[in-house]
């Protein structure tokens, strides 16, 4: 397992998950999921860095999806 | 051994005979917020008189956790040293998923500090030692139990109380009413003041159990521990946390629709324990069954009557903002109401414990929710979200940070509120903070910097920083010398964290409100003279 080894959050970790969670508020399911996939999408062109951005998806993916 | 709620005596109060001279203050409520209350009138020279409707400390532990700034609070009470010698000392936090443990903090990961990050004390040893510290000042503080408010009218340069007791009603007078009535306040009720905010629907069992080996296992060490989706507790949250004599306080997550009724019988609550304690004997001493509410007073301060604790504020138990918030609350209105009763102050001065813990408690209120959020997912996103950080947090040290089992209680900050000086250069204190502690040495051996502050206002000077003298002021000095008291900095902690060559103004309740390279009179005296409300707006009620 790769671990993403700089904490860019912290200290400011839980406003971030707080604007994430009220982002998607008052959403359906259907339009959450959508709203991810912008989300990704977006950070992704602020990473920019194409050899990151695979290792992120590697080290996404190499959870055991039930 | 469960605890002896041995009751406190009533007495006839002097109302019921003969109408009593008008009091300077009238506390609601012997909780620990109210007896705090009055001891640190009393400490200011302020007599009050406390009336609570009932005879026995706090049934059951509440509030067990007492965090660092309420200990050194509590000292300048005089119940800190017993505090301690009863509590079980704590500063590590563990985060379990599953079985596996995924995070832990440290919530004092510095030396120098007189007072640990936590105690646990059960509720009910706490008010004991403040009823026994209130006792100790007989002309000053008077307790009077089975005195219960039913009644009572604001009359702009007083508030009339009526008073029910055994032997029947009576009425007093009091310059100020201070309502230490609790999150269902009376007072409150009966000024119709709106109290909404946010309740969630979760509900969650506390039980305490006596058991004399430890449910925390081979580990020696007492700590927080939480768990997030525990073996013994699927899909729900669990929490456990050490008290005196033997008491473990565990906390469940129950489901959104459980029957609350059901859930805090010994039928429902003995196999929840078993699960986790095993076959190892216990004995419950409380249980109880609650949901969380985040709700605070628009307005802490009417009139004549104040608001201070729960009756202001209530949060979610997870971070200990309850009574530790009620503490800093009382901390910071004793001096301004001892100031204002003593003529020394306007009234203004009390308009500003609202502006200052109004602020401390939305802060609280914002940790506790979000925790909150975060324990109890409302949405199937915001599972999914909680679920892929619990995974995360196993392998990523940014996960591990977005865990949120409770922020726990820090000191708030007033920095940039009106009393404030603001300092010319960025000091490396910031006016608004509560003192930090550091460990001295003076004339009569080892001691630490919250001791050795006197009473009242004090202008601390660390190393090459000269003090003047201005009347009534008492000053401080580290690592220099002078005319006033001085202390050396063995371990060079103090220069760390106030800077060498560095004056503050510190305020009553420990809280700097100015910082000075060079120091002069006048700018000192001006400070001064802002920090006692001289500069606020004249109060409007």
């Known amino acids: 397992m790769t671990t993403a080894s700089h904490d860019n959050l912290s200290p400011h970790q839980d406003d971030f998950y707080d604007a994430l969670m009220a982002a998607h508020t008052g959403l359906s399911e259907t339009q959450s999921h959508a709203l991810n996939a912008r989300l990704v999408l977006l950070m992704a062109n602020e990473i920019g860095d194409l050899a990151k951005l695979t290792a992120l998806m590697r080290m996404a993916r190499d959870y055991d999806d039930v | ?541």
Request: aromatic fraction near 10%; hydrophobic fraction near 40%.
């Open chain 2, 1 to 541: 051994m469960a605890y002896d709620y041995a009751p406190f005596p009533y007495t006839a109060p002097p109302g019921l005979a003969a109408p009593e001279p008008r009091h300077p203050v009238a506390i609601v409520g012997a909780g620990p917020i109210g007896l705090a209350m009055a001891i640190d009138l009393a400490q200011h020279g302020i007599a009050s008189v406390v009336l609570d409707d009932n005879n026995v400390v706090s049934v059951g532990s509440r509030a067990i956790c007492w965090a660092k700034r309420t200990l050194e609070i509590f000292d300048r009470l005089g119940v800190a040293d017993r505090m301690m010698q009863k509590g079980v000392t704590w500063k590590i936090g563990r985060q379990f998923h599953g079985r596996d443990e995924v995070f832990a903090f440290d919530l004092l990961p510095e030396d120098g500090h007189r007072f640990p990050a936590f105690i646990n004390l059960q509720q009910y040893y706490v008010e004991e030692y403040l009823v026994d510290r209130a006792r100790a000042f007989p002309d000053l503080i008077d307790l009077r139990f089975l005195n219960k408010v039913t009644a009572h009218e604001d009359h702009n340069d007083h508030a009339r109380l009526t008073v029910e007791t055994p032997d029947g009603p009576y009425t007093l007078e009091a310059d100020y009413l201070i309502a230490c009535d609790g999150a269902g306040s009376p007072t409150r009720t009966r000024m119709g003041l709106d109290f909404t905010g946010q309740t969630f629907q979760e509900q969650f069992l506390i039980a305490d159990i006596e058991m004399a080996d430890s449910p925390f296992g081979d580990h020696a060490t007492p700590e927080r521990w939480f768990w997030f989706d525990p073996p013994f507790h699927p899909g729900k949250s669990a929490l456990l946390h050490m008290q005196p004599d033997n008491i473990y306080r565990i906390d469940l997550q129950l489901d959104v629709d459980a029957d609350g009724r059901a859930e805090a019988t010994e039928e429902k609550v003995l196999p929840r324990i078993r699960a986790i304690v095993g076959d190892k004997p216990f004995r419950l001493d409380w249980m109880s069954v609650y949901k969380f509410r985040c709700i605070k007073l628009d307005r802490f301060v009417h009139g004549r009557v104040i608001f201070v604790g729960d009756s202001a504020h209530v949060v979610s138990p997870f971070g200990a903002r309850g009574g530790n918030g009620g503490i800093q609350d009382i901390d910071n209105l004793g001096w301004k109401l001892a100031a204002v009763l003593q003529g020394q102050a306007p009234a203004a001065l009390i308009e500003s414990y609202h502006e200052e813990r109004s602020f401390g408690s939305a802060e609280n209120i914002l940790n506790s929710a979000r925790a909150t959020n975060f324990m109890t997912p409302k949405t199937p996103v915001e599972a999914l979200f909680r679920a892929e950080v619990l995974r995360l947090a196993h392998d990523h040290p940014f996960a591990r940070r977005l865990l949120n089992s409770g922020r726990l209680s820090q000191p708030c900050s007033l920095a940039g509120m009106a009393l404030q000086t603001p300092p010319e250069d960025p000091a490396p204190m910031t006016p608004g903070r509560a003192v930090a502690d550091a460990p001295l040495t003076g004339p009569e051996g080892d001691t630490w910097l919250v001791r050795v502050l006197p009473a009242g206002f004090v202008l601390l000077g660390v190393g090459a920083v000269a003090l003047p003298a201005i009347d009534g002021l008492a000053r401080v000095g580290i690592a220099q010398t002078g005319d006033h008291p001085c202390f050396d900095d063995p371990g060079g902690f103090a220069r760390a964290r106030y800077g060498d060559g560095w004056a503050y103004l510190i305020r009553p309740d420990g809280h700097v409100c100015a910082a000075f390279r060079a120091p002069t009179e006048a700018a000192v005296r001006r400070a001064l003279s802002r920090t006692r409300g001289n500069d606020l707006p004249e109060a409007t009620a």
